[in-house]
């Protein structure tokens, strides 16, 4: 069956590559090693047994919920034989979530899952979700309008670097609106237009998220942050200006056209992309980017 074995290794080079980001056993653990052994020994040839089960795994996240402490969701995955045809069963738990909240919760992320990973593998971008949209699910305590202002205050003293996939970027229109967007909010940063489409920008924290709420209201095929780094800004009595440069690793934004020939030169040259990453000292985001597709 070889819809089986392709399915089958999907599966296992996703596993392999969130086994890459998720090294340690706090953060991944695999809930059935024979499984995965199974899955690898059929995938590589060693069997031609079609496994009876597919891999469970979870990933814990701690996440910056509220201001003072970390709060810890885990993420419970298990892969369906045709899965990434259909949509893994996936289960966000923290002990902050009630029952109403959870649902709620589950029912939203699969609603995006089948919006933005149809056919995909979608762990990573189940990830990023819950990273993204955990804090809405949960209860605000009666303080948290005072938490808000407190928390304003922190993100201006934040310096952030979004690193935002698109499946394409063709469209003039969106092209000029990321250019214009990227000048007036004062961001750095470079567009890669084609197909994937990839923008990075960085500066002050609020500057970026206004950016990404702007980009994503706009319609797309696909879009999503794949990585984002914050770093907290240094409060005592340095120009903000002059940190906030420091940190920058690109000048100006600028559109970066790496030409691959081919069908209309939509499809970009990645090693140029690579190179250019490299040359700016990000060169590890590429496997972010590419980890799964880059095989």
């Not at 407190?150 to 003039?172: C, G, P, Q, T």
Request: hydrophobic share 35%; with cysteine; net charge negative.
């Amino acid at each position: 069956d070889m819809a089986g074995i392709e399915e089958a290794g999907k599966q296992l080079s996703e596993i392999e590559l969130l086994l890459s980001m998720f090294p340690s056993q706090e953060e991944l653990v695999i809930d059935d090693q024979l499984a995965l052994a199974e899955l690898r020994d059929y995938v590589e040839g060693r069997t031609n047994a079609i496994p009876t089960s597919r891999p469970q795994f979870t990933i814990q996240q701690k996440l910056d919920i509220y201001s003072e402490n970390l709060v810890t969701f885990s993420i419970s995955c298990s892969y369906l034989v045709t899965y990434p045809t259909v949509l893994p069963e996936i289960t966000v738990r923290s002990s902050e979530l009630n029952r109403t909240q959870q649902t709620q919760l589950h029912t939203d992320l699969n609603a995006y899952l089948n919006d933005t990973c149809c056919g995909d593998v979608c762990v990573l971008a189940a990830i990023e979700w819950v990273k993204d949209n955990a804090h809405l699910y949960i209860n605000k305590n009666p303080t948290s309008a005072l938490k808000k202002q407190v928390d304003s205050s922190v993100a201006e003293n934040m310096f952030s670097r979004l690193w935002i996939y698109s499946h394409h970027i063709y469209n003039k229109q969106k092209r000029k609106n990321i250019l214009d967007w990227s000048k007036e909010l004062g961001l750095t940063g470079f567009s890669m237009p084609g197909k994937p489409g990839v923008v990075c920008v960085e500066g002050p924290r609020s500057a970026c998220e206004e950016f990404w709420a702007r980009v994503r209201r706009l319609t797309w095929q696909r879009i999503m942050i794949r990585h984002r780094e914050d770093i907290p800004l240094d409060r005592d009595g340095v120009d903000t200006h002059v940190e906030l440069d420091l940190h920058r690793r690109f000048t100006v934004f600028e559109e970066a056209i790496f030409d691959a020939h081919g069908n209309r030169g939509n499809h970009m040259d990645l090693g140029q992309l690579y190179h250019f990453l490299s040359e700016k000292g990000c060169g590890d985001v590429f496997q972010l980017y590419f980890g799964i597709e880059g095989r």
